[in-house]
C-alpha cells in the first residue's frame, strides 16, 4: 500500500482498510525520508527512480513473488513507475485517486483547490504559514496548516479533523515532509505518465470519487492508456472514497479482487 503525499506517511489509510485486512495480508510502510523512516543525508536519492527501487527492495526482502499494489494519491503516480519498470512483479493494480497523469492535469488540480478554499481559509492558512509556531515545526500549527490544504479534497470539508486524526505529526516528520514534497514536487514539471505505461499488463482498477479535483479527463485518460483496466467512480466522495464512501468503496475493491465476492 503506496501513500500520497509526496511526505505524507501511512497512518491515515490504516483505519480505513481493516475491512480488507479480514481477508488479505496489508503492508503499510513509510516511503524514503518520510514518517518514521530515517531521512537520507544524501537529498538526491528523493527522487522517483529511488522510490521505485525501495518498494522492489521491500518486494525480493519479503519474499513476495506478485503484488497486489495500491496506490492513493501521489502513490498512484509511485505505483505506475513500478509498474513500468517491473511489470511481470505484479498480480494486480489498484489506483486510488491518482494523482494528475500529466503536468497540464497538475495545474489544473491546484486550480480546482484554490476554487474550492473559502476566501476565509486562504487567508488563515497564509497567516498559519507565516507564524513563528509554523517555522518551528509546532505540532498545532503545522497540523491546522495541512488542514486547511487538504479540506478542499472532501465533500464534507468539515470531517478534516477525523480524517488526519491518526497523524501525529512531530518537528522531525513535518520538516521532513515540507523537504520531500518540495523535492518530489519537481516530478510534476515535466510529468507524463502515459508514455511507456502499455507494458502494464496485469488486471488494474482505477477508483476515483466523483467530485474530486484531479480533471476527470486525467483518469480517464490513464484508464484509456492501461489496456486491462476498469474504471469506477464513486459519486458522493472526493479525494478520499475509502473515508467518504467505505461502503461503496469496499465493495468495488472486493469485486476486484475476488470477482464471486457477494
Not at 544524501?42 to 525501495?54: A, F, H, R
Not at 497564509?126 to 518551528?136: L, N, Q, R
Not at 484531479?214 to 469506477?232: C, D, R, W, Y
Amino acid at each position: 500500500m503506496l501513500h500520497g503525499g509526496p511526505g505524507l506517511f501511512h497512518n491515515y489509510l490504516v483505519p480505513h482498510f481493516q475491512e480488507l485486512a479480514k481477508e488479505y495480508q496489508i503492508i503499510f510502510y513509510d516511503q524514503r525520508g518520510c514518517g518514521k523512516t530515517d531521512f537520507p543525508k544524501d537529498t538526491s536519492s528523493i527522487n522517483i527512480l529511488t522510490y521505485v527501487e525501495d518498494l522492489e527492495a521491500i518486494r525480493n526482502h519479503l519474499k513476495i513473488e506478485k503484488l497486489n499494489l495500491i496506490g492513493h494519491s501521489w502513490g498512484s503516480l509511485l505505483a505506475i513507475n513500478y509498474t513500468k519498470k517491473y511489470p511481470k512483479n505484479l498480480n494486480r493494480l489498484i489506483l486510488i485517486s491518482p494523482a494528475p497523469s500529466t503536468s497540464d492535469y497538475y495545474d489544473d488540480t491546484f486550480r480546482n483547490m484554490q476554487q474550492k478554499r473559502s476566501e476565509e481559509d486562504t487567508k488563515e492558512l497564509v497567516k498559519t504559514m507565516m507564524s513563528t509556531g509554523f517555522e518551528k515545526r509546532e505540532k498545532e500549527s503545522f497540523k491546522k496548516a495541512i488542514l486547511l490544504g487538504d479540506k478542499v479534497n472532501l465533500i464534507d470539508q468539515s470531517k478534516i479533523e477525523e480524517l488526519y486524526q491518526p497523524m501525529d505529526f512531530t518537528v522531525n516528520s513535518s520538516n521532513n515532509l515540507m523537504l520531500i514534497n518540495s523535492l518530489l514536487e519537481r516530478t510534476y514539471f515535466n510529468l507524463n505518465l502515459i508514455e511507456g505505461i502499455d507494458v502494464t499488463s496485469c488486471p488494474t482498477i482505477i477508483i476515483v470519487g466523483g467530485l474530486d479535483n484531479v480533471p476527470f479527463a486525467s483518469t480517464q485518460l490513464l484508464h484509456e492508456s492501461i489496456e486491462n483496466s476498469q474504471l469506477e467512480v464513486i459519486q458522493k466522495s472526493c479525494h478520499y472514497p475509502f473515508f467518504e464512501s467505505p461502503k461503496e468503496f469496499n465493495a468495488k475493491i472486493n469485486n476486484f479482487l475476488a470477482p464471486e465476492y457477494d
